[in-house]
């Protein structure tokens, strides 16, 4: 066996093992949805479930509007992040492809603001939405969140490897800059942007923070609303939290599996460029 080859094998074996770190806790969280009281409270714990309890989903819709919870998670994810795609798509074009003086330091205090943790955004953010009245509205949860450092950032950098010269035939042609945006550049940028849909809309649809400050009834997204059985002063049921999570979990898995392959795809042509 010669040395590559022995590398490879090493380097498969090492991933397979990470690969079962990273299952095996989601996979427990799967079986801990379907035990019974008793085998979530056990101690050793019980891994696998005698009887599989699949009414534990339905005690999670008895506690809590769990349709109304769901649609307003994907309203919020869904707008927000077609939103971050159209400002990030165009500000991206204004910082690579106009002539426009202090860029690099526009591009700066955008990104810059990435480096703020979320928590602190959250109270000048909460204060704004409050004295506009929209606290527990859709526009004050969603307006926040639809231009991000991050999408700009990252729809700059994938920009910068699309060639000027097509703009520039463009605009010889006539075309104005907002065709030259949709027409040309969008299309161009369509794998930037799926990636970015991708990254931005798991980001929203797990978003705890910021609906947890600035909804109270009518707008409460999933993961608030799951929460309930994290904080309730009742005795603690392991199995209807897990239950809860794999609800909240479930969306991500499908999107994941479905068109995950996009951002390894997005990933590799960014660092091939």
């Known amino acids: 066996m010669n040395n590559k080859r022995r590398k490879q094998i090493i380097a498969y074996i090492g991933l397979s093992l990470f690969s079962i770190l990273a299952i095996l806790p ?8 379907l035990q019974t009281n008793a085998e979530a409270a ?12 699949f009414g534990n989903f339905q005690r999670i819709a008895e506690r809590i509007p769990l349709g109304r919870y769901f649609s307003n998670s994907v309203i919020f994810s869904l707008s927000t992040t077609i939103a971050v795609l159209v400002t990030s798509l165009f500000a991206a074009y204004a910082t690579t492809k106009l002539r426009m003086r202090g860029r690099t ?14 928590a602190i955004r959250a109270i000048p953010l909460y204060t704004m939405i409050a004295r506009m009245g929209l606290v527990d509205t859709w526009a004050g949860l969603s307006m926040p969140m639809m231009a991000t450092g991050f999408g700009l950032f990252f729809m700059h950098q994938f920009m910068k490897t699309l060639p000027d010269s097509v703009v520039e035939a463009a605009r010889i042609d006539g075309c104005s800059e907002m065709r030259v945006v949709l027409q040309i550049i969008g299309p161009l940028a369509a794998p930037g942007l799926v990636t970015l849909f ?8 797990n978003d705890y923070l910021w609906p947890l400050v600035v909804t109270r009834r009518v ?15 009742q005795l603690v049921t392991w199995n209807i939290i897990a239950a809860a999570a ?5 969306p991500v898995l499908i999107m994941f599996f479905s068109i ?3 951002i390894v795809k997005g990933i590799a042509f960014q660092a091939s460029k």
């Open 26 to 33: 989601v996979l427990y969280v799967f079986l801990l949805a």
């Open 42 to 53: 056990a101690i050793p714990p019980t891994i696998i479930p005698a009887s599989p309890q």
């Open 105 to 118: 330091f526009i591009i700066s205090i955008f990104v810059g603001g990435v480096l703020i943790p979320p």
């Open 198 to 205: 991708i990254y931005n809309f798991l980001f929203r649809w």
């Open 219 to 233: 707008w409460v997204t999933l993961p608030v609303g799951v929460s309930i059985f994290k904080t309730s002063e």
């Open 246 to 250: 794999v609800v909240t979990l479930i």
């Open 260 to 262: 995950g392959g996009r």
